[in-house]
């Protein structure tokens, strides 16, 4: 069974920053690409910041040049360093993993984590 775990959200004031991290098990022998989305309240989700395996990277036009997305392969994890955080940023941050492909999977699959808080105060 494929598991995403995420970590690092919280309360920050404007202008801090926190990190994200989300670690995928699950006799994993792949990952296409893995990112990160954000839903605030009564919005749609909606993606932050994606990374695929050979380090290509994309992000939200509101997140470029705060936001950073990394990721380790061999731990199959990936990070979101969110700098300079506005109180726009407040949602509950979802982590994604695409193209998984396990000894116990037939097929590619994609999954999702739990989400977790992200809260920016004024």
């Known amino acids: 069974q494929v598991q995403l775990v995420e970590s690092g959200g919280g309360l920050v004031q404007a202008g801090g920053s926190l990190r994200l991290s989300c670690a995928a098990s699950?006799?994993?022998?792949?990952?296409?690409?893995m990112g990160w989305y954000r839903q605030a309240p009564g919005k749609q989700r909606e993606l932050v910041a994606r990374?695929?395996?050979?380090?290509?990277?994309n992000y939200a036009d509101s997140v470029k040049g705060r936001f950073t997305i990394s990721r380790d392969n061999a731990k199959n994890t990936v990070y979101v360093q969110m700098n300079s955080l506005k109180p726009e940023d407040t949602a509950v941050y979802y982590c994604?993993?695409?193209?998984?492909?396990?000894?116990?999977?037939?097929?590619?699959?994609?999954?999702w984590g739990q989400g977790t808080q992200v809260t920016v105060s004024s």
């Open positions: 699950g006799n994993i022998l792949s990952i296409n690409a």
């Open positions: 994604t993993a695409q193209g998984v492909r396990s000894t116990t999977l037939l097929y590619p699959n994609n999954y």
């Open positions: 990374i695929t395996s050979g380090g290509s990277t």
